[in-house]
């Protein structure tokens, strides 16, 4: 069996067991031929390739400048791929278990003070509720303010927000139900706010569309629904009108912001986990600076000998 083949065996497998979206599938496949093209020209294969030829790849891509991120990436779609072969018997071995990853430092993820969001926020709901703006633009404002009060009290990647179905708007009870990666679903918490920015926007829309979409942000597009660049756009030009620069906000941003004010007011990490869809707890951990800091501070504050001089 040649290398494409064992590729697409392996993504079969991916969509099918894992649930893996089209975009991550693409990912592996960019990958896995990446390195099944630099095995061709050392007229080797997957099923027959040694740990030194990985090591070898690995050196070639540190070689040609690649990030230590985007090594890493390539890396565990490899180890994945080997994996595979090994567990359904297309080899007798695994030669990706002896290599190590590239040392990388651990990037603290951008976030907004809660300050910063709250002037996000509010300029945004203000647009929305001025009727001396033409309809449009008040109606564009309502449609950004509804986004941003649903990713920062859920916490919901771009691609499950902007994919949210109308039922959203009418969610029973405090939590919408939400089918995240892997078509796994999770509960995620709905604030009052983001139930009137809804309503606001909704009432708007229900002016000017004939019939109403499945969708609860619909756009002429191939899916029906708002593009994330679309998002990402209009969030920079809101985020420069309150003072915020462009390049320290995505909504990637406000998720971020989301977890980081959470445990900064005392939620636990595994509630966290929880809410933001990490199927691994190390995921989350990416945040741990924000309990470290809690930490430091509770003990400055509440230990009894913390005053006292040595």
Same mark, same amino acid.
């Given at each position: ?26 990912? $592996? ?12 020209? /050392? ?6 390739? +040694? ?34 072969? $090994? ?16 040392? @990388? ?19 945004? &709901? ?14 564009? &404002?309502? @449609?950004? +303010? ?25 969610? /029973?009870?405090?939590?919408? +139900? ?9 509960? #995620? ?11 606001? $926007? ?27 660049? #679309?998002?990402? /756009? ?10 915020? +620069? ?43 600076? #924000? ?14 000998? &913390?005053? #006292?001089?040595?």
């Amino acid at each position: 069996m040649n290398s494409e083949a064992l590729i697409d065996l392996f993504l079969e497998m991916l969509a099918a067991e894992r649930g893996a979206a089209a975009n991550t599938l693409l990912a $592996y496949r960019r990958d896995l031929g990446d390195y099944c093209a630099f095995l061709c020209s /050392r007229q080797e294969t997957p099923i027959g390739v +040694s740990s030194s030829t990985l090591r070898a790849y690995l050196i070639r891509l540190q070689d040609v400048g690649l990030k230590a991120t985007s090594s890493g990436r390539k890396l565990s779609s490899i180890r994945q791929f080997h994996k595979f072969l $090994y567990l359904e018997g297309h080899r007798g071995d695994d030669p990706s278990v002896t290599l190590e990853g590239p040392k @990388r430092g651990r990037p603290l993820p951008k976030t907004l003070s809660m300050a910063d969001v709250d002037r996000l926020l509010n300029g945004v &709901a203000a647009q929305a509720a001025d009727a001396e703006l033409p309809f449009h633009r008040r109606l564009a &404002a309502a @449609r950004l +303010s509804a986004l941003l009060e649903l990713i920062y009290a859920t916490g919901l990647r771009v691609s499950e927000l902007v994919a949210l179905p109308r039922s959203a708007a009418h969610a /029973r009870g405090d939590f919408l +139900s939400v089918c995240g990666k892997g078509r796994k679903e999770r509960l #995620v918490p709905l604030t009052d706010k983001s139930r009137q920015a809804m309503r606001i $926007y909704l009432d708007l829309l229900g002016k000017v569309q004939a019939k109403a979409s499945p969708f609860l942000f619909p756009a002429a597009s191939g899916t029906g629904y708002l593009a994330r660049q #679309v998002f990402a /756009r209009d969030l920079k030009t809101a985020a420069a009108t309150a003072g915020i +620069s462009a390049s320290a906000i995505s909504p990637h941003v406000l998720r971020h912001a989301f977890a980081s004010h959470l445990l900064q007011n005392g939620a636990d990490l595994r509630i966290v986990q929880q809410l933001l869809g990490h199927a691994d707890i190390a995921t989350t951990q990416i945040y741990t600076h #924000v309990l470290d800091e809690r930490a430091q501070a509770m003990v400055r504050d509440l230990h009894p000998l &913390a005053d #006292v001089e040595g």
